[in-house]
């Protein structure tokens, strides 16, 4: 769910990686483009308000985060994120009908911020839906506290106590039956478990009334019980189509974050899984079954022509594959085997040398090669591939995101403004005998990437 402050910022232009995440077998309902201007891909996360639908002009495809328009959504009362995320990929499809918009959903966090969470964490007839505190769960707020957005821990006074607020800061008479962490979720600034910080990250500052508002819970993280069955019908039908537009007015794509991985949940608390009181079984089943859910998401967004974004890149090629000539040969060669079809391969710029995280007002492009990422891109892409802005997983940092796009255009016009036609070549290929120097034939141009010399270069020449 977050962006990470502990990643470390590389200094590049793109990122380029294959994805195990999603099978090569599955098609997106997408159309399929060679352009490079459809594969061009931002993720947005401006945390100040919604965008006009123009400041997305030359993007294939737009990504919405979790925190984007915080500052609106964030003071609603009730919230409602979703409503937002809708709102914004609308926009962007009302000027550009053709760009594909992806929202973000959590995938096994239950985020009551989100209406369509808020409505089954305050029903009682979907108690089941989440995982609760463990039985007798005491806890001493007196003891509450941290400095850092991860670091809010409650100590434990005696045995039953749990390590996690359980209750509102600002109403402590609204409390929680369902185990939550308060990572990542709207605070009353000054009037917090936090030691009372006095800006919330991601712009998440409760302005409005005395506290959060996020219904009869408080503002948390919880997370969903897969052993349910009932909740995981109610997953795939209706929590993951949520703010799907399948007249393809707004958004036509998920990105699903987060994931149940060596029997613990990603991005909670590190003692959830003591605080919820639950077994190595309890926790082993939640994992099956969750993975389960999650291997059928694809297909049931396909029912409604949209489809599950790649959510994890790696590291630039310029920065990672391509900074010597032994990582780029053998990144390539894996690349160019003969018929090799990269179907599902995508690169995002992760480039900043100069940001405030998270609270810059723009980001400073500092792109090491972006002849080489590009070049790389064209030569190693299958038919449904991506090159994108963004830092790690494509996340746009920053509260105004005007100079960064203008930036980030300027880099990629020159690249973005040829038609380099279709691929002649199912794979890229080595030229000659271990020559160290990898090309794709196009029908108007042919890429190259060469592994020789101090540094490995990349071109593409027009014909």
Known sequence: MSTNPSSPVLSSLLVATTFSCVKASVVTPWNQSWKLSDAFTQFVS???????????????????????????????????????????????????????????????????????????????????????????????????????????????????????????????????????????????????????????????????????????????????????????????????????????????????????????????????????????????????????????????????????????????FAAGDGSSTEKCLTAMRNHCQPGKDNTLFSSVDISSSKTTFPYGPSIELAPLDADLDVAFFMTARGKYSWIGVGRVFGWVTGVNMRPTLSSLRGVMYPYLLKDYGEPLDVSCHESGQATGVFVRNWTKAVSTVDCNGPKPKGSIKML
């Open 46 to 316: 401006n945390r100040e308000s919604l965008l006009p639908g123009v400041q997305y002009k030359d993007f294939g495809v737009s990504l919405i985060g979790w925190d984007h328009a915080a500052g609106v959504w964030v003071n609603d009362r009730p919230m409602d994120t979703g409503a937002t995320t809708a709102e914004q990929c609308r926009r962007i499809k009302a000027v550009y009908p053709e760009q594909h918009c992806a929202y973000y959903v959590n995938s096994i966090i239950a985020i009551n911020s989100y209406k369509s969470v808020r409505e089954k964490l305050d029903d009682p007839n979907y108690e089941g839906f989440f995982l609760k505190w463990k039985d007798g769960a005491t806890w001493s707020p007196e003891t509450c506290g941290g400095t850092g957005y991860r670091n809010v821990e409650c100590k434990q006074m005696k045995s039953t106590d749990v390590h996690t607020p359980m209750c509102d800061y600002n109403d402590r008479t609204k409390c929680s039956k369902f185990y939550h962490d308060i990572w990542q979720t709207p605070r009353v600034p000054m009037a917090n478990w936090q030691d009372n910080i006095t800006n919330v990250e991601y712009n998440l500052n409760c302005l409005t009334g005395d506290s959060c508002d996020c219904g009869k819970n408080p503002c948390g993280e919880y997370l969903f019980d897969f052993r349910n069955s009932s909740m995981r019908d109610w997953f795939l039908n209706e929590y993951i189509m949520d703010v799907i537009d399948e007249n393809n007015e707004g958004a036509d794509g998920v990105l699903l974050d987060d994931y149940w991985s060596h029997q613990r949940p990603s991005e909670i608390a590190t003692k959830s899984i003591s605080d919820m009181g639950l077994s190595s079984d309890d926790t082993a089943e939640i994992e099956h079954q969750y993975r389960e859910t999650k291997s059928r998401v694809n297909a049931q967004l396909a029912k409604k022509n949209a489809w599950l974004f790649p959510t994890y890149m790696s590291g630039s």
